[in-house]
């Protein structure tokens, strides 16, 4: 009986190990600014505007997102784009749907209905995803190949952004 115990306390300890393991990289992080653009000439934006987006991956299924800016004005659009934050690529997942420009932004961009958080699912990914998975786009975000993207009146192909990365949420 005792050997018994011993064997399902091991097991019960091999699979919460896994399962933390599982879940140590679900939590994502961008803090986008204007220095961070891609432009020609090189330099960036000139903009007190930043965003920041926080993404949780639920395995197989969603991301769940959060997208606050403050100190950007007529945000248009904005994106998850699969590729490196130092090149310009086509948007997988919208943040915030194409639209009319936006009044400040302080929190939450609002337009309407609409609102800069929400979950994306495997039918909203556009594009090189469009018709792939979730766990497709999880990949891309595990693998540090995504950065998120601002849109504004102002600045058409970008006013912010940021890499997007993976956070460590077991640390001691």
Known sequence: MKKFKVMILTIGLVFAFSASQAWADHVAFAS??????VTNPVGGIETDGTCQLYLELVPMTEV????Q??????VTQ??????????SS???AFLFPLGDPTGD???LIKRGDDKSKG????????NSLAGMTIADLAAILRADGAYLN??????????VRGKISLVDTIGV
């Not at 800016?69 to 007529?74: A, K, P, V, Y």
């Not at 601002?150 to 006013?159: F, I, R």
């Open 119 to 126: 979950t994306v699912r495997a039918e909203n990914l556009i």
């Open 90 to 92: 086509a948007p997988v």
């Open 105 to 107: 932004v302080k929190g």
């Open 64 to 67: 769940k997102y959060k997208l």
């Open 78 to 87: 904005a994106h998850i784009h699969a590729g490196s934050a130092q090149e």
């Open 150 to 159: 601002v849109h504004t009146d102002a600045n058409g192909p970008g006013e």
């Open 32 to 37: 986008a600014t204007g220095s961070q653009e």
């Open 69 to 74: 800016c403050f100190n950007i004005t007529g």
